[in-house]
């Protein structure tokens, strides 16, 4: 016996498909195109930009490393320097893609979801609008094995597209961090693979993924 689903909704709702409204047979089709193998740029990274990695090491550890926001300065592409911002939680660091451009970041991070959100700007730290969502999930659960598996979502905020705090920036700056939207699915990947390596060189050769400088033990 059927669940009385979608029985509130009197009128049919566009794009809606089911077997109940598209059998297998109209379905395929519309499944076949979906898994075309090649897809504009736009499509893929327009609004979302999504990359996933299994890292070959144990999640709790991994998830520790990445939700200290420190951990950013060893397997980002380009931010360095971290230093406290005078917020409780609050990070100042430097974003080399645009020179000498200030970055800011506050971590929240939920041991029990395994989440770890990077909320950061370019210039200024009163407004943390450019978000990076990650999760670090269990792979033996999902993949049947020792290890971790990260995901990880970037939204195409709008001020990507303007600036909206143009006082703030450096002068005769020439990019704004919008300008890299494009390369953020690459970049990402790129990053991705930084943390894999990281993770993975220290955990094959029995170092703790949280190094020392981080945890405070070489103190």
């Not at 990260?150 to 303007?162: A, G, M, S």
Request: hydrophobic share 40%; glycine share 6%; charged share 20%.
């Amino acid at each position: 016996m059927s669940l009385p689903a979608l029985d509130d909704i009197v009128e049919p709702i566009d794009g809606l498909i089911r077997i109940e409204n598209s059998p297998r047979e109209s379905a395929t089709p519309i499944i076949m195109e979906m898994m075309r193998s090649v897809y504009p740029h736009d499509e893929v990274f327009g609004e979302f930009c999504t990359v996933n990695s299994f890292v070959d090491c144990p999640p709790d550890e991994l998830f520790d490393y990445l939700a200290d926001t420190r951990s950013l300065e060893e397997w980002t592409y380009s931010l360095r320097g971290f230093v406290p911002a005078g917020e409780p939680g609050l990070w100042l660091a430097y974003d080399r893609l645009g020179s000498q451009t200030q970055i800011f970041t506050r971590t929240v991070a939920h041991r029990d979801a395994m989440t770890v959100d990077y909320h950061c700007a370019w210039d200024q730290g009163h407004h943390l609008w450019m978000i990076y969502l990650m999760r670090v999930v269990d792979a033996q659960v999902v993949l049947n094995k020792p290890g971790s598996v990260v995901l990880w979502t970037n939204c195409h905020h709008p001020f990507y597209d303007e600036n909206p705090y143009p006082e703030t920036a450096p002068p005769q700056r020439p990019v704004w961090v919008g300008d890299f939207w494009d390369m953020f699915g690459a970049g990402h990947e790129l990053e991705l693979r930084n943390l894999k390596a990281i993770a993975e060189y220290r955990h094959r050769h029995g170092l703790p993924v949280s190094p020392a400088w981080m945890t405070g033990a070489d103190r």
